[in-house]
């Protein structure tokens, strides 16, 4: 996701232990960082799998999975690098370091930098849509270099085909997490609002639905290919997020079209009978759950305000004489210098206006462990 029209929800994490897994299926899709924003380097508390069980993680997605596709930029100029409370760890990160694996972005640039390989798995880019082109903060068309001006944001459907391009196959030695759909929510309903017509309402949720049917298929490619691990995330309560609360409507669009993505997912999912083949991330019950109860899961804010100072980073941009200075004010280009306060990454739930800080993403690293362990030993 992105921020407004141009958001994308990304997520950090420490590490705590959790169960095994067993002969599961799940597709895991992120991305990393380049040194110094290399997981495994900025936490050394976190705690190995207890059998010593290991897995290369692969990871294809938009911001919730991207560890850092536009860190040479975003580091150089805010000290940022990952769409959260930087320098902390996306979720994704946060799981592969329990399994033994430093997460590392597949491919860095963006922001006037062509995109070079990176020696990493993670092919997520922040603004990726799930087949089409452009993403979410990706330059128009018509501007120079417009691939890589900005977010780069290669489709998902895309990223796959790099990795399958270079690696062939996938092994059952990897854990594979794929995402996506939000930057098409984003995307569909921007145009639709800008055309103010039924019509182009009606539409924007028939290109929705279409996205997560998308998103399946990507699934079921990632499946014949070999993958025998496999982690799918939902769409998460985009209506329960600051950007959704601060709309007249209080988020209820945005939880409607969350549900029908996902109500839409799981049914393509059933069709193509592979829902039973993967494990299915329940994003959306997991951020209703923690804002309902945030208090008690250690916040002292919840989805009402954000940890970065976004206006600070925009005044930043400006003074560093940046085209488009108010594209600044996300998470990406956050660091504790720009903190709303000193560790707001801890107290706070997001970060922008969608995307979790590391004290969220940590406890959603934790979810996602407790659902494997839950799926390797069935009751």
Do not use: W
């Amino acid at each position: 996701m992105n921020r407004s029209a141009s958001e994308k929800l990304g997520i950090n994490g420490k590490r705590r232990a959790v169960g095994l897994l067993g002969k599961v299926t799940f597709v895991l899709v992120a991305v990393a960082g380049i040194s110094p924003l290399y997981a495994c380097d900025i936490d050394r508390s976190f705690q190995h799998s207890p059998d010593g069980k290991k897995f290369q993680v692969v990871a294809f997605g938009d911001s919730l999975l991207d560890a850092g596709t536009y860190s040479p930029f975003a580091k150089a100029k805010f000290d940022g690098g990952r769409f959260t409370t930087n320098p902390g760890m996306i979720f994704a990160q946060d799981v592969a370091c329990y399994f033994g694996y430093d997460l590392k972005p597949a491919f860095v640039g963006g922001f006037g930098l062509p995109l070079v390989p990176a020696g990493g798995l993670d092919y997520a880019q922040g603004g990726s849509r799930v087949i089409l082109q452009p993403g979410v903060n990706h330059a128009a068309s018509g501007n120079p270099n417009a691939d890589f001006a900005q977010q780069t944001t290669i489709p998902v459907k895309d990223q796959l085909t790099r990795y399958l391009l270079v690696h062939r196959r996938f092994n059952s030695h990897q854990l594979v997490f794929i995402n996506g759909g939000a930057n098409d929510i984003f995307f569909n309903l921007t145009e639709a609002q800008a055309a103010g017509t039924a019509a182009a309402q009606a539409a924007s949720e028939t290109a929705i639905a279409q996205a997560a049917t998308d998103l399946a298929n990507i699934v079921g490619d990632v499946l014949e290919n070999g993958a025998t691990h496999v982690v799918l995330l939902n769409m998460p309560d985009l209506g329960m997020l600051p950007q959704g609360i601060s709309n007249a409507d209080h988020g209820q669009a945005f939880t409607q079209i969350s549900q029908l993505f996902n109500t839409t997912l799981e049914g393509a999912l059933q069709q193509k009978g592979i829902v039973d083949k993967v494990v299915v991330i329940d994003a959306f019950k997991f951020i209703d759950g923690i804002i309902a109860n945030f208090q008690a899961n250690g916040f002292s804010v919840s989805n009402t305000e954000m940890a970065c100072n976004l206006p600070a980073q925009i005044a930043r941009a400006k003074t560093l004489n940046l085209n488009n200075p108010t594209e600044f004010g996300e998470s990406l280009f956050c660091s504790p210098q720009t903190f709303t306060y000193a560790g707001a990454d801890q107290t706070f739930m997001f970060a922008d206006t969608v995307h979790p800080t590391t004290h969220l993403g940590s406890l959603f690293a934790q979810f996602v462990e407790q659902q494997l362990k839950a799926k390797a030993n069935p009751k």
